[in-house]
T-cell receptor
Framework: KQEVTQIPAALSVPEGENLVLNCSFT??????LQWFRQDPGKGLTSLLL?????REQTSGRLNASLDKSSGRSTLYIAASQPGDSATYLC??????????FGEGTQLTVNP | GAGVSQSPSNKVTEKGKDVELRCDPI?????LYWYRQSLGQGLEFLIY????????KSGLPSDRFSAERTGGSVSTLTIQRTQQEDSAVYLC???????????????FGSGTRLTVV
């Protein structure tokens, strides 16, 4: 059974800092990995999708990497801003197209 | 439509009543998913529809839960005889049909917050 773990569970940083969120998964037989953002009381917004054959994806200040063999992904946020404050969720796509989610990292960026 | 639309956005119901939650996926997306997010917990898979194939119902927590997808588009999740532990945010997502190493991600709706009192 696929299990996804995100570390840390919560993170508080001052504005402008670069930061890394970690995601690990137990079964390397994945199709893809996706990072989402969730704001309080809202749905999920897709940030980046990495296919199993890829090593990283970039969008603006965000960079996500994937090391399938070691079962790890990182989300790098450069020059963090207060508007980046949210919960960040990592999800792996496995057989049957099901997504298995981690429990998220709650990020607070302080002005 | 431009995104995944869910209704209602909020629902308060009395214990024992039935509720129906609706999801309208992105036009042309053949795959549709329901997830549940309980307070302080991660997202839990409920059910998956892909085209005309039989749905994957393996995540439904009990036989009080059922879902259907009419005409390969709109989906309804029904919870019968609601219990307080059913209180959660129910999220729907859709995606284009995918195969291994395809480039199709998942788009989520804003969810329905269900409160059973």
């Amino acid at each position: 059974k696929q299990e996804v773990t995100q570390i840390p569970a919560a993170l508080s940083v001052p504005e402008g800092e670069n930061l890394v969120l970690n995601c690990s998964f137990t079964d390397s037989a994945i199709y893809n990995l996706q990072w989402f953002r969730q704001d309080p009381g809202k749905g999920l917004t897709s940030l980046l999708l990495i296919q199993s054959s890829q090593r990283e994806q970039t969008s603006g200040r965000l960079n996500a990497s994937l090391d399938k063999s070691s079962g790890r992904s990182t989300l790098y946020i450069a020059a963090s801003q207060p508007g980046d404050s949210a919960t960040y969720l990592c999800a792996v796509g496995t057989s049957g197209s099901r997504l298995t989610f981690g429990e998220g990292t709650q990020l607070t960026v302080n002005p | 439509g431009a995104g995944v639309s869910q209704s209602p956005s909020n629902k308060v119901t009395e214990k024992g009543k039935d509720v129906e939650l609706r999801c309208d996926p992105i036009s042309g997306h053949t795959a549709l998913y329901w997830y549940r997010q309980s307070l302080g917990q991660g997202l839990e898979f409920l059910i998956y529809f892909q085209g005309n194939s039989a749905p994957d119902k393996s995540g439904l927590p009990s036989d009080r839960f059922s879902a259907e997808r009419t005409g390969g588009s709109v989906s309804t999740l029904t919870i019968q005889r609601t219990q307080q532990e059913d209180s959660a945010v129910y999220l729907c997502a859709s995606s284009l049909f995918r195969s291994a190493d395809s480039n199709y991600g998942y788009t989520f709706g804003s969810g329905t917050r269900l409160t059973v009192v």
